[in-house]
């Protein structure tokens, strides 16, 4: 089992940055790559990005891409999600997942979620 953490939510003006945190633990075997994920008030839950542990390829909505960044760092078990020019259409609900298999933009795809963190992006 797999037990996922994030952090870092808060509330920022647009144009700001945020760095959200996920930490794994438990037993990740098997896993291919960890994903981020928003969910806004009356909306679905939307792919944002995505890292595959194998050759360390990235993959970003286009709504984020070249302003947010997704990294890993494995001595902490942790992924990040740096999010810069922050607007206010980024304001949602973040989750991080982690990737059996399957399609990484696919939410059906990820088996484990964490609880959440909430950002909020001020105009």
């Known amino acids: 089992q797999v037990q996922l953490a994030e952090s870092g939510g808060g509330l920022v003006q647009a144009g700001g940055s945020l760095r959200l945190s996920c930490v794994s633990s438990g037993r990740a075997i098997g896993y291919i790559g960890m994903g981020w994920f928003r969910q806004a008030p009356g909306k679905e839950r939307e792919f944002v990005a995505y890292?595959?542990?194998?050759?360390?390829?990235?993959y970003y909505s286009d709504s984020v891409k070249g302003r947010f960044t997704i990294s890993r760092d494995d001595a902490r078990s942790t992924v990040y999600l740096q999010m810069n020019s922050l607007k206010p259409e980024d304001t949602a609900v973040y989750y991080c997942a982690s990737l059996r298999r399957g399609t990484y933009s696919d939410t059906s795809s990820y088996d484990y979620w964490g609880q959440g963190t909430q950002v909020t992006v001020s105009s």
């Open positions: 890292a595959a542990w194998i050759q360390g390829r990235t």
